[in-house]
């Protein structure tokens, strides 16, 4: 465990470096969990991180990723996340569950790019979105599995980018 806390601020920087070379980025935000009593990465289902982020053009299509960093102790093949997307007038444009898989259901390997026993996770959520109001969004995280704590979710957060035909 000491040796994943070590390693953390390592994994942040390179994050930041490989996010920041992208043009098309608009927005990436990313927030660590913990528990109401504070232990660490624990996603409980009281917590709702909210990513409000800036629509600079109506005419631009956009690609909304959320992002997972979990621990090999994750207990679940995937994720259930449901999003709440709230425009600049304060009314909702969008709600959905998300179904992320963070391993392979039949193998058990864990998928998205880790090192160790973290791993990283970017998933398409909403592709090709149209805002059709200049202003700041907002969108809210919920965990949707059938467990209050939910374990070994070691970060959410939410990529916003212009949207390009070879979207990942």
Known sequence: MRTLLRLLPAFSLLGLSLTACDPGQVYEK???????SGVPYVWAVQEKPTFE??????????????????????????????????????????????????MDPQTGEPRGNGTGDIYDHQFLALPNQHFSQTG??????????????LPNIMAVGVRVSKHTTAAK
């Open 53 to 102: 982020f800036e629509i600079p053009d109506t005419t631009q299509r956009y690609d909304v990723y959320f992002n997972v960093r979990n621990a090999s102790g994750y207990e679940y093949y995937n994720l259930y996340v449901k999003h709440t997307l709230t425009g600049p007038d304060g009314k909702p444009i969008s709600r959905l569950l998300h179904q992320m898989l963070l």
């Open 136 to 149: 700041p969004y907002k969108i809210m995280l919920e965990q949707y599995m059938r467990q209050d704590q």
């Open 30 to 36: 990313n927030i660590d969990l913990k528990s109401p």
